[in-house]
């Protein structure tokens, strides 16, 4: 209700004119012809001022309110078009609960994600497979400038990035393990490494830390699984030659020895870097794998498209595309510390040139810790009761303000989170909802 204010009609001589504002700004000249009207006026003049002052009350709190009115049509616009009002990627609310996106919010979203807006392809429809839309990352910076694209929801949790290492970072790499580089070998059951007809390639280990360029990597693979620095095991660096692979496989330990705790338990992830192009063959598959929707459209930028001939160790389960800088990171156990069977994978024989991949795996805990208890799963996520709706990922912020929500939704607002639950930046996307 909008207040009003009892006053005396003024006299006929100071009939309604300028409202207050202009009044005042006319230096008194209204009315003020003569120093004789001045005098004539005097008796009248608190009144006029007087009317004056009220009609500049009510000028004011018609425009507070119509302030008031437009700020609120605005906030109700901002919560139809998807959530809390946010600043700097933030939410303006203060304890958040996920909000229930159903079918029609993951159809706009999806829509809306047909569009791009990067370097080379602004305006653009987005390809309909998972390699066409990784062809869009090209030309970008790597992680963590840029998210990671989900191969695999579940069984196995699976994500693929781009250009993760340069190309200097590559030629690093392959120029430490060729001074080393002896056959590979495999765990056998008492734990010691033992040559097999399953893995024909030659290999060796990098030491932890070995030099700047090797711990820079290691940081990064750090933080883009989110298991410390200090589980990981040295890093491995592997060379295929024409017709050698490596038949499918589990990271995770079936033996005793090897997961114990004072090795630092079981392996709960695995980081694979590829570090050339490899002209033909020496895909990774994962044979137990649901490939993804779309994954063989023919599109002129995917490796896998139909009408492409592939063999028959590339056709089984999801094939990952040598391709020097890109990595794949993938879990082999869940978020309950079960082994995740989904995990399974191998390397196709290479058919021409080389394959060149750099490896790490993962522990529960601290590699060669010297634990003697058993050890709990490491957590994958980062939700609690008390905050369920959170950003699973340290860079989210800086993904939602350079659009990455829109760019890359299957990763940033519907599968991206490590555990397979939720997504990877529901806070910084605006999924969240003030209880």
């Known amino acids: 209700m909008i207040p009003t204010v009892t006053h005396t009609t ?38 006029r001022y007087g009317a004056l002052a009220a009609r500049g009350r009510t000028d004011y709190t018609i425009a507070t309110l119509l302030m008031l009115v437009l700020y609120l049509t605005h906030a109700l616009l901002a919560r139809e078009r998807g959530g809390d009002s946010y600043q700097g990627g933030r939410p303006t609310v203060g304890v958040t609960r996920a909000r229930r996106i159903g079918p029609t919010d993951r159809d706009e979203d ?61 030629d690093h790499l392959m120029m430490l393990a060729k001074r080393e580089l002896a ?3 495999v765990v056998g059951d008492g734990g010691s490494s033992v040559a097999s007809e399953i893995r ?62 004072k090795r630092g ?45 592939h063999t028959d160790c590339a056709k089984n389960g999801i094939p990952v595309k040598s391709v020097r800088g890109d990595a794949i990171l993938f879990f082999s156990m869940t978020k309950d510390g079960e082994l995740d069977h989904g995990s399974l994978h191998g390397a196709c024989p290479v058919i021409a040139g080389q394959k060149w991949t750099a490896v790490k795996w993962l522990r529960v805990a601290k590699f060669d810790g010297g634990f003697k208890d058993e050890l709990p799963m490491i957590p994958l996520t980062r939700r609690t009761e008390r905050e369920p709706c959170v950003d699973e990922w340290d860079d989210c912020a800086s993904w939602a303000r350079d659009g990455w929500c829109e760019r890359n939704p299957e990763f940033m607002k519907f599968a991206g989170a490590r555990d397979s639950h939720t997504p990877a930046c529901p806070k910084s996307c605006g999924l969240c909802t003030s209880t």
Request: hydrophobic letters at 30%.
């Open 110 to 170: 999806m829509a809306l994600a047909r569009t791009v807006r990067s370097k080379n392809y602004s305006a653009t429809n987005v390809p309909k497979s998972f390699y066409g839309r990784a062809a869009l990352l090209k030309d970008e910076a790597g992680f963590p400038s840029t998210p990671p694209l989900v191969l695999s929801s579940k069984k196995p949790k699976a994500y693929l990035m781009r250009n993760f290492l340069s190309p200097q970072e590559c």
């Open 200 to 261: 024909t390639s030659a290999g060796m280990f990098l030491r932890k830390s070995q030099d700047d360029t090797v711990r820079e990597i290691e940081e990064r693979i750090a933080r883009l699984s989110g298991v410390p620095v200090d589980n990981g095991e040295g890093m491995q660096i592997l060379r295929y030659d024409k017709g050698q692979k490596y038949d499918p496989h589990f990271d995770y330990f079936h033996d005793k020895v090897n997961p114990a705790p």
């Open 265 to 309: 338990g079981q392996r709960v992830a695995t980081v694979l870097i590829y570090l050339v192009d490899t002209e033909e063959g020496g895909e990774t598959t994962f044979p137990n794998g649901r490939l993804p929707e779309n994954f063989e459209e023919d599109e002129p930028d995917n490796p896998f498209a139909a009408h492409i001939k």
């Open 183 to 185: 056959p590979s070998t």
């Open 10 to 47: 003024p006299s006929k001589s100071s009939r309604r004119g300028p409202s207050f504002w202009s009044a005042l700004t006319a230096d008194g000249r209204a009315g003020a012809n003569s120093r004789s009207d001045e005098y004539e006026n005097a008796k009248t003049r608190p009144r």
